[in-house]
């Protein structure tokens, strides 16, 4: 279906995720986000395109209403999809190395070891985190998942790849391959 759409038809629903994304979304828009992302290589392209130009702009003040954050929203995502039009690609993205990207809401990453993954997520929970198996050494993980809410995060990745998530207590998770 996504080989029919043209990159402006792309490009406007990665924006669309990009919005819906930038406030902490449900593991269900979560999970729909990352089917779409996977669904065709130009997703990832474009959303990581819009991703970066959107990072590029300071934050606004925290003293600031939503209404005048998203009306400011409203008025640089159609610039910076008219700006994608004239500018070559490689000009504006970011280099490969720079695969992990981290917002405040969320933790984006583009085809990362499982334990880099587990790494950025235990960052974000207090405890530990602990995959026993050398075979997680060789899964990848490419989505989105919430940085605050590390249980959901760890039940997306149980959802998304072949492993069990072990809970022994609040500060004790161990990852084994299913």
Request: glycine share 2%.
């Amino acid at each position: 279906m996504t080989e029919s759409l043209t990159q402006d038809q792309i490009r406007e629903q990665a924006a669309h995720w990009l919005v819906r994304l930038d406030e902490a979304p449900s593991a269900e828009v979560l999970a729909e986000f990352n089917a779409w992302h996977a669904a065709d290589a130009r997703h990832a392209q474009l959303f990581e395109q819009l991703q970066q130009l959107w990072q590029s702009f300071s934050p606004p003040p925290k003293a600031r209403r939503r209404r005048a954050h998203l009306m400011g929203a409203a008025l640089v995502l159609p610039a910076a999809i008219a700006v994608g039009q004239w500018l070559p690609v490689q000009s504006w993205m970011a280099p490969a190395t720079q695969a992990t990207a981290s917002l405040p809401a969320r933790l984006i990453f583009h085809d990362r070891p499982l334990p880099e993954v587990l790494a950025e997520i235990d960052r974000h929970r207090r405890g530990v985190i602990w995959a026993s198996d050398a075979q997680l050494q060789t899964l990848r993980f490419t989505g989105v998942l919430p940085a605050q809410d590390s249980d959901a995060a760890l039940a997306l990745l149980q959802a998304a790849l072949p492993i069990r998530i072990e809970t022994y207590s609040k500060y004790l998770v161990q990852v084994r391959q299913r």
